[in-house]
């Protein structure tokens, strides 16, 4: 069948990918770019759920990826490591590989509690009122974080590579790229399924029209609140990610900025487009790599031929003027992103025969 050839397809890629890692065919920016564009993917497609698919207008997404990225340090470190603030690991090392989903689910679970008390208020306004209360929620969980100092308050949180040596001592492969993989699978899944069901539909209509949603038997309230939480439970697996990648956590990696990579992605590839949100979330963490690499070769190019001074350079702050200048070209000239709310196999109609079962399009044409 066409549909196990894709998905054999894609474990074989996955594997390579795994491989080309664990011998070091694959050095460890590169690495590292690949990771954060998994992260990336889950992050914005969390936000497509709220922002795309259910036409809502939430601007502090950063907040929840900040809640899941502490949560799941905190329990990473306490459990397996830990270090100066936390006291000694709790259980052994060698446990983390296979309890590290526990953390995710912890991190998942408090960030979409976080979601649900903010979406509870939230949710009886409308438009800019969203995204002033949804901006506030990330400004708050950020104060709230810097004022703890149990757990680094503005020094921020770290101990989570001994974690991850740790699932390398237990099996030496790269556990941080096999969990990115794994985790960018089950949400891109968990939302495709999601989109397909009842639910979902109910998200769309929500979208189109809430009160003619109502009328058709939609509890409109109900839906919300489970993608909201869903959106923001994703976005904490998200943080989870970060934080163990960069072995490091700062609240402030997590304020208006990263929300604004978060629409940035969304809007690009275009609301309510699964495929679309992903290709936006590669590109957009390819773009931010080559501005990492095009700001000094301006600097050079423009020393070279005299056009600004030697004691001048550009600064790598332009980035975070130029991506969120990004984000108001695009609302002025393609609103509608790459994909507007179509999928791949809607641009590509070919590309359906791969999404689904031979069987299953030839029972289709026996049926009608």
């Known amino acids: 069948m066409q549909r196990n050839a894709l998905t054999v397809l894609l474990a074989l890629v996955c594997i390579a990918l795994v491989a080309a890692a664990q011998y070091?065919?694959?050095?460890?920016?590169?690495?590292?770019?690949?990771?954060?564009?998994?992260?990336?993917?889950?992050?914005?497609?969390?936000?497509n759920l709220v922002n795309g698919y259910m036409g809502e207008f939430s601007c502090g997404h950063g907040g929840f990826m900040c809640v899941g990225a502490y949560v799941g340090s905190i329990l990473s470190v306490a459990l397996f490591s830990g270090n100066k603030l936390m006291g000694p690991a709790l259980l052994s090392p060698a446990l983390a590989p296979l309890l590290f989903p526990l953390v995710?689910?912890?991190?998942?679970?408090?960030?979409?509690?976080?979601?649900?008390?903010?979406?509870?208020?939230?949710?009886?306004?409308?438009d800019d009122y969203l995204a002033i209360i949804t901006i506030a929620a990330n400004y708050i969980i950020i104060s709230?974080?810097?004022?703890?100092?149990?757990?680094g308050g503005p020094r921020g949180f770290s101990g989570m590579k001994r974690t991850v040596l740790a699932m390398e001592d237990v099996v030496d492969i790269p556990w941080m790229l096999v969990w990115v993989i794994v985790v960018t699978i089950v949400c891109?899944?968990?939302?495709?399924?999601?989109?397909?069901?009842?639910?979902?539909?109910g998200i769309c209509a929500?979208?189109?029209?809430?009160?003619?949603?109502?009328?058709?038997g939609v509890?409109?309230?109900?839906?919300?609140?489970?993608?909201?939480?869903?959106?923001?439970?994703?976005?904490?697996?998200?943080?989870?990610?970060?934080?163990?990648?960069?072995?490091?956590?700062?609240?402030q990696a997590f304020n208006i900025l990263k929300s604004t990579e978060g629409l940035v992605m969304v809007y690009l590839g275009g609301m309510g487009s699964l495929s679309g949100v992903i290709l936006a979330a590669i590109a957009f963490t390819l773009l931010v790599e080559g501005l990492r690499f095009a700001i000094p070769a301006l600097n050079d190019l423009l020393h070279a031929v005299q056009l600004m001074p030697a004691s001048y350079e550009i600064s790598q702050v332009w980035k975070w003027v130029l991506l969120p200048l990004l984000l108001v070209l695009l609302m002025q000239f393609r609103p509608e992103g790459f994909l507007g709310n179509k999928e791949l196999t809607d641009v590509f109609p070919r590309l359906k025969r791969w999404m689904r079962s031979g069987s299953g399009e030839a029972d289709g044409r026996g049926a009608s």
Do not use: W
């Open 24 to 47: 070091r065919l694959l050095d460890s920016y590169l690495l590292t770019v690949l990771m954060f564009m998994g992260i990336n993917i889950v992050f914005a497609t969390s936000l």
């Open 104 to 126: 995710l689910l912890a991190a998942f679970a408090v960030s979409a509690l976080c979601g649900l008390l903010v979406a509870l208020p939230s949710f009886r306004t409308r």
């Open 144 to 151: 709230v974080v810097e004022n703890i100092d149990a757990i």
């Open 188 to 201: 891109v899944i968990i939302q495709r399924r999601l989109m397909s069901s009842t639910y979902g539909r």
């Open 206 to 216: 929500v979208c189109q029209n809430e009160v003619a949603a109502e009328i058709m």
């Open 219 to 251: 509890d409109t309230n109900r839906v919300k609140l489970m993608a909201f939480m869903l959106s923001s439970g994703l976005a904490g697996v998200a943080g989870v990610l970060y934080a163990h990648v960069y072995g490091y956590v700062n609240a």
